[in-house]
């Protein structure tokens, strides 16, 4: 399955911002296991790069789909692609770091907030379009995003939480990111997966309460 395929399956991509990661594989194995299988990391992280390689072809082979985001240049495309990252993520529009993505065949999902960010996410080669800050707008903003665009893939960011993520879906969202809600900083940094597991577990619960 593609990464597209994937997400429209799950509904859900868990965002990982924390200055410690004592073992990746672990933690993308706990947030599969509460039935959330595409990670991403961030070039936020410390050593993210480290993490990418000693964890990456560990969790494929347990069908976890593990990208990085926060990707700002091109010489960051590059290094998190070689590292084993199957996606990247912007914040924003990255133009060098789609020409990096779209040249190696790997799935990007930039960064847009208005109509004509969307647009050139789209003519960039982003494979769906992250919609960041998405709780500034709300849902709604969603919809109205899909008038124009129908066949757009739509990924909204930021401020999802298990009370709010289903009126995304509702409103035409290919899938969610779940943030520190799900991955908050100092249970990765304690290795409590369980924890994480649990929260994984009650987040894709409420995407189809």
């Known amino acids: ?5 994937v997400l429209r399956s799950d509904r ?3 965002v990982v911002r924390a200055q410690q990661i004592p073992d990746a594989a672990d933690l993308c194995h706990a947030l599969a296991a ?8 961030t070039f936020t ?6 993490h990418l390689k000693s964890s990456s072809a560990a969790v494929a082979s347990s069908g976890v789909v593990l990208g990085v985001g926060t990707v700002m240049t091109a010489d960051q495309a590059s290094a998190a692609i070689d590292a084993g990252a199957r996606f990247l993520v912007t914040p924003g529009l990255r133009a060098e770091v789609a020409a ?3 040249a190696q065949g790997v799935p990007v999902f930039l960064g ?11 003519d960039l080669g982003s494979a769906a379009v992250k919609i960041f800050p998405a709780s500034a707008f709300g849902p709604k903003y969603l919809t109205d995003l899909g008038g124009p665009y129908p066949d757009v893939e739509f990924l909204p960011s930021g401020g999802i939480n298990p009370d709010n993520a289903r009126a995304y879906l509702d409103a035409g ?3 969610v990111c779940a943030g520190t809600g799900v991955v908050p900083p100092a249970q990765v940094a304690a290795g409590d997966w369980p924890a994480i597991t649990a929260r994984a577990a009650q987040f894709v619960a409420a995407l189809t309460a």
């Not at 992280?45 to 480290?50: F, M």
């Open 34 to 41: 509460g039935g959330i299988r595409t990670v991403e990391l």
């Open 12 to 14: 859900v991509l868990s």
């Open 100 to 102: 990096i993505a779209v």
């Open 45 to 50: 992280t410390p050593d993210v790069l480290r």
């Open 1 to 5: 399955m593609s990464i597209v395929e």
């Open 173 to 175: 969202a290919l899938a």
């Open 112 to 122: 847009a907030l208005t109509p004509t960010e969307v647009a050139a996410a789209l």
